[in-house]
Structure formats: structure tokens, C-alpha cells
């Protein structure tokens, strides 16, 4: 995910000149001076490079600052794109309800466009019919209460593994890497979920490549990419960001490819479908008569789906179970809380399951505070104005990438008290939530795009988190470190999350 900044100077410098003079050859054709009305204010831009260099390695934070200066709605020239940011909670709902329907295409970055993955990928595709198709079926076949409730033993079982993986950690002394243990769960759920497929002990190397594939698609996918910057360097792709995509998501397609057609085989077989899974309804869905003939066009599209959901809820959901645990051991006073609520509710020695989350009104403030204080994706994905689109006296421009700051929005100290503390408490007397109702905490977006997976992440996190807490007790790896002192700082890739790794030893909290 680290952004190498030192390469990227040096290709900086290298396209600077290219970059200049094709600039001025083509000002000089089409003299297209810049003098656009109204725009939001904003850093002044270098001549070529805009504010490129200001948005520095944690771009949140870089725009967080700038938004002191210039206000709650300011405009960027990065490269050639005008960007739009906004950074409080009402220029949010300016964004994503008021004027949600001139906001709800994204502009593209081009390493989607490997594989094609833009015209197919639900998370990229325009506002279209066979987005609105997409996001009914995620709507009402994968994400619905009823679908979620009809496969969530599914998830329990690998909640299950996961402890005692755990398990025979702790009784071998050694640490767990939460991220890396919250990953393959997390990637071990979605499958169960959408595939039916066990992964855990029959392909080992099929997780590890997958996970290998997705972990390098998000850190490809947040570089900066001077092609997105300066047009004219698309077909150049110079510095391999596309090619390196194409070849993770060719692999991933290629893993999904098998996997469907091992299924088709299956169906063939026996008429008497047992099981009519996701992968089931997915098939139903997708095999209308028309497209049955041409198999390689519902394969294709399912593919493409499915990529967009593995890529989309792993790593959001594994930073987020990271992020808990290590402020968990920062204040251990809110563990202990945490830990007596399951006790009280669970039991002990029982395994949580979905259905309880409800009655775990300490543990859902506790998820909240993370999202408020760790937003996985904390600028969301890109927006673009369709038109030149009238917000407060400003006029963001046609065209422009628009950008919403929900990781200052959730700091607010106009909002928030103590906004930089972790305080789940604060969550107890309140009804905010994430779920795209309240400007002020929205880690999924807002409004038509807002983020479909929600109802499954949400589950997800409440159960891996509260399953290895009520399971065990966790101290830091290194003897003697202080629990305030847990290292904090993150990195930004298309996710935010930890720079180092959070270390730490289980105990079980009760013998099997
Ligand atoms: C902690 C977990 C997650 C977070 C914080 C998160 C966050 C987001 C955000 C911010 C967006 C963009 C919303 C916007 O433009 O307004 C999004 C879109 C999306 N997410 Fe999630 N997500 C999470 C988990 C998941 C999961 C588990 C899935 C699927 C299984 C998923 C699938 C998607 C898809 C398909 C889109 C694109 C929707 C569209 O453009 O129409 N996400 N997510
Ligand atoms: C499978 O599920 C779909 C949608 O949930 C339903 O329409 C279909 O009738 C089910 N098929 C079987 C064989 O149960
Ligand atoms: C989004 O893009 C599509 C296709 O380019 C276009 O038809 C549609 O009007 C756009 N919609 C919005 C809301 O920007």
C-alpha cells in the first residue's frame, strides 16, 4: 500500500518536460485559457503539476489540512483533473443526496481499465440499466436479510476456524498478525458466502494466490498514477500500474472461471440442485435464455461481479478488524467492558453468532467509534460531475473528480467531542449510525452508490471481533509496551490501513 514517493518524483521529473511541451503545443492550438468562473477555492496550483505534490503520502490528511485553509468545499488541480473536496458533513449531503443524482458517475481510474473491468465492474460502471440491474439483485438475492440469515451458518463455521486457528496460537505461546488472520477470514466468509467453496484446507495456494492478487490490486489501485493525472500518458501506462492490474485481475478472473464452470459441470450431473447457493442464484440470474447461448457473456459478467465484491470486502472488513483490536489494547478499561457484555449476553464458552449482534449494544458502539476514527475508505471512491453542477456560490465544473473527505468529516470537532479520542460511549446515548442515515459518520457513502455490501460487512466485523475477544484475552506481543503506546499510524492505499502490523498473544478466556 506505501506509496513509493521517491520513485515517483523520479518519473515526475522525467514527464515534466514531455508534459510541458505538450501542453503548450496544444494551448497554442487550441489556446484554451483556464479562467473558469466561481470555482471552489483552493491551493494555487504549479504550472503543469498543480497541487499534485501537496497531496503528499496520506492524502486524508494532506486535505484535511488545506480544508482548514480554504473551507469545506474547495477545488484541486491535480495534474490535468480538477478535483473537488468537500470536508464537512452538510457539503457531504451537497454532494451525495442533494445533488447525488449529477454526482453518481465516478471517474475512472485507468487501471481499471484492464481487463475492461470499467464496463462491467459494478463499482465503476455508470448509473445505467445494467447498474440498476446489478444493484437489485445485490439488493434483493445477496445482501437481503433473508439471504444474508439463509447462509450465515456458513459464516459461523469459519468464524469457528478462525478461533481455533487462534487457539492452537495461544497454546503455542506465539503471536497472532490480526491483519493477516483477519484477511483470510474475511476472504474465507465472502467465499463461503458467494462461492460454497472451502478453501481452507484444499487449496491453500488458491488462498494464498488470491490473496497475494487482491492485496496487490488495492496497493496498484491507490498508487498515484500520472496516467490518471495526464491524460496524454494513458496509452504509455508509465509506470506499469495498468499491466500489473491486468495481471492480478486475469488470474482472479481465471480463478472465478473455474470455479463457475466446475459448478455448470455439477448441475449437469444431477438435476436435484441440494444446495441453490449464491453461486446458484447468481447463475439463475445471469443464464437469462439469450445469454445462455453466448456462455462467455453471463461467465464474464459474474466474473467481473464477483472480483469487484472480493476486492471490494476484504480488506475494508480485515483493516477494520485490525483497527479495533489494536484500540482495544490501547484502552483496556473499554476491552474489559466489551469482554463482561459477552460474557453477560453469550455466555461463556458459547460462540457468538449473528442473531445476538442486536442484543450487543456495546460492541455495535465500539464498531461505530472504529468506522468514525479508521474509515477504510476515508475520501470513499471518486465521483464525477456529470454537469457543472451550482453547490453553495460555486460552480464545480463539468467533468470535475469530486472527492469527500470522510475521514476530517468524522473528526469534526464541530461535530465531535474530544474527536481524535476513542470513546465508544459516546455511541450508547445516540442514534447515529453508518448506515448512510447521518452525514456526519458515513464510512459506506451515501446516497445510490452508497456501498451494497454494508449489511454483510457489518456482520462480518461483529462477528470476527466480538467472536475473538469473548474467545480470548490479548496483550501486545513485546513485553513491557505500554498499552498507550500501541503504534498508530496508517498507510493509504485505495484502504486505509495500519503501517505496522498489530502483533498480539491470545489466552483463551475459557478451556474447550
Ligand atoms: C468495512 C467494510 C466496507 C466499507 C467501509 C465499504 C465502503 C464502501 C464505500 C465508501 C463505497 C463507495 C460509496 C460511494 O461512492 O458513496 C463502497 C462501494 C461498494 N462496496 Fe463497499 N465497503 C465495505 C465492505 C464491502 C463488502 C463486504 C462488499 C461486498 C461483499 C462491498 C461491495 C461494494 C461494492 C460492490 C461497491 C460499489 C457500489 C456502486 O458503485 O454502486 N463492500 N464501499
Ligand atoms: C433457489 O433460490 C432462488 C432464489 O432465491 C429461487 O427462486 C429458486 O426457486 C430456488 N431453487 C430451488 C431449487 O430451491
Ligand atoms: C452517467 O453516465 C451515463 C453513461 O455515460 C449517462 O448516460 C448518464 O446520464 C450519467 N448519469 C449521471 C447521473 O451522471
Known amino acids: 500500500m506505501e506509496i513509493d514517493t521517491y520513485d515517483f518524483l523520479s518519473y515526475l521529473l522525467y514527464l515534466i518536460l514531455f508534459i510541458w511541451i505538450s501542453i503548450q503545443a496544444f494551448n497554442l492550438l487550441f489556446s484554451c485559457s483556464e479562467t473558469q468562473q466561481n470555482l471552489p477555492p483552493g491551493p494555487r496550483p504549479f504550472p503543469i503539476i498543480g497541487n499534485l505534490l501537496e497531496l503528499g503520502d496520506k492524502p486524508h490528511k494532506s486535505l484535511a489540512k488545506l480544508s482548514h485553509i480554504h473551507g469545506p468545499i474547495m477545488s484541486l488541480k491535480l495534474g490535468r483533473i480538477t478535483t473537488v473536496v468537500v470536508s464537512t458533513a452538510d457539503m457531504a449531503r451537497e454532494v451525495l443526496q442533494t445533488?447525488?443524482?449529477?454526482?453518481?458517475?465516478?471517474?475512472?481510474?485507468?487501471?481499471?481499465?484492464?481487463?475492461?473491468?470499467?464496463?462491467?465492474?459494478?463499482?465503476?460502471?455508470?448509473?445505467?440499466?445494467?447498474?440498476?440491474?446489478?444493484?437489485?439483485?445485490?439488493?434483493?438475492?445477496?445482501?437481503?436479510?433473508?439471504?444474508?440469515?439463509?447462509?450465515?451458518?456458513?459464516?459461523?463455521?469459519?468464524?469457528?476456524?478462525?478461533?481455533?486457528?487462534?487457539?492452537?496460537?495461544?497454546?503455542?505461546?506465539?503471536?497472532?498478525?490480526?491483519?493477516?488472520?483477519?484477511?483470510?477470514?474475511?476472504?474465507?466468509?465472502?467465499?463461503?458466502?458467494?462461492?460454497?467453496?472451502?478453501?481452507?484446507?484444499?487449496?491453500?495456494?488458491?488462498?494464498?494466490?488470491?490473496?497475494?492478487?487482491?492485496?496487490?490490486?488495492?496497493?496498484?489501485?491507490?498508487?498515484?498514477?500520472?496516467?490518471?493525472?495526464?491524460?496524454?500518458?494513458?496509452?504509455?501506462?508509465?509506470?506499469?500500474?495498468?499491466?500489473?492490474?491486468?495481471?492480478?485481475?486475469?488470474?482472479?478472473?481465471?480463478?472465478?472461471h473455474r470455479i463457475i464452470n466446475q459448478r455448470l459441470q455439477a448441475r449437469e450431473v444431477t438435476t436435484l440442485i441440494q444446495e441453490n447457493d449464491t453461486l446458484d442464484t447468481l447463475l439463475n440470474y445471469f443464464m437469462t435464455e439469450k445469454e445462455r447461448e453466448d456462455q462467455l457473456l453471463y461467465k464474464n459478467s459474474i466474473e467481473h461481479l464477483l472480483l469487484d465484491i472480493f476486492v471490494a470486502g476484504t480488506d475494508t472488513t480485515s483493516s477494520t478488524l485490525e483497527w479495533s483490536m489494536a484500540e482495544l489494547l490501547k484502552k483496556p478499561e473499554v476491552m474489559s467492558k466489551a469482554q463482561a457484555e459477552l460474557k453477560q449476553v453469550i455466555g461463556k464458552g458459547n460462540q457468538v453468532k449473528e442473531s445476538d449482534l442486536t442484543r450487543l449494544p456495546y460492541l455495535q458502539a465500539i464498531i461505530k467509534e472504529i468506522f468514525r476514527l479508521h474509515p477504510p475508505a476515508p475520501l470513499l471512491l471518486p465521483r464525477r460531475a456529470e454537469t457543472d453542477v451550482q453547490i453553495c456560490s460555486y460552480v464545480v465544473p463539468k467533468g470535475a473528480q469530486v472527492l469527500v473527505n470522510v475521514w476530517t468529516i468524522s473528526r469534526d470537532p464541530n461535530t465531535w467531542e474530544n474527536p481524535n479520542e476513542f470513546i465508544p460511549e459516546r455511541f450508547l446515548e445516540s442514534n447515529i449510525d453508518v448506515k448512510g442515515r447521518h452525514f456526519e459518520l458515513t464510512p459506506f457513502g451515501n446516497g445510490r452508490r452508497i456501498c451494497p455490501g454494508l449489511p454483510l460487512a457489518l456482520r462480518m466485523v461483529h462477528l470476527m471481533l466480538g467472536s475473538l475477544i469473548h474467545s480470548f484475552d490479548w496483550k501486545l506481543e513485546e513485553e513491557g509496551v505500554e498499552p498507550e503506546t500501541v503504534d498508530m499510524d496508517d498507510k493509504f492505499g485505495l484502504t486505509l490501513k495500519k503501517t505496522r502490523p498489530l502483533r498480539t498473544l491470545p489466552t483463551p478466556t475459557f478451556s474447550k
Open 99 to 256: 445533488h447525488d443524482h449529477l454526482f453518481s458517475n465516478r471517474t475512472i481510474p485507468d487501471s481499471l481499465r484492464a481487463c475492461d473491468h470499467y464496463k462491467y465492474g459494478m463499482v465503476w460502471v455508470p448509473v445505467s440499466p445494467s447498474w440498476r440491474n446489478l444493484r437489485k439483485l445485490c439488493n434483493s438475492h445477496l445482501f437481503s436479510v433473508k439471504a444474508l440469515d439463509a447462509n450465515k451458518n456458513l459464516r459461523h463455521q469459519k468464524v469457528q476456524e478462525l478461533l481455533d486457528d487462534v487457539r492452537a496460537v495461544a497454546e503455542a505461546g506465539e503471536a497472532v498478525d490480526i491483519g493477516t488472520a483477519g484477511f483470510k477470514t474475511s476472504l474465507n466468509l465472502l467465499s463461503t458466502t458467494f462461492l460454497s467453496v472451502d478453501w481452507t484446507d484444499s487449496s491453500s495456494d488458491m488462498v494464498r494466490e488470491l490473496k497475494e492478487s487482491v492485496w496487490t490490486m488495492m496497493e496498484v489501485a491507490g498508487k498515484p498514477n500520472l496516467a490518471d493525472y495526464f491524460p496524454v500518458l494513458k496509452i504509455a501506462d508509465p509506470q506499469g500500474i495498468r499491466t500489473s492490474m491486468t495481471f492480478h485481475m486475469q488470474k482472479m478472473k481465471g480463478l472465478f
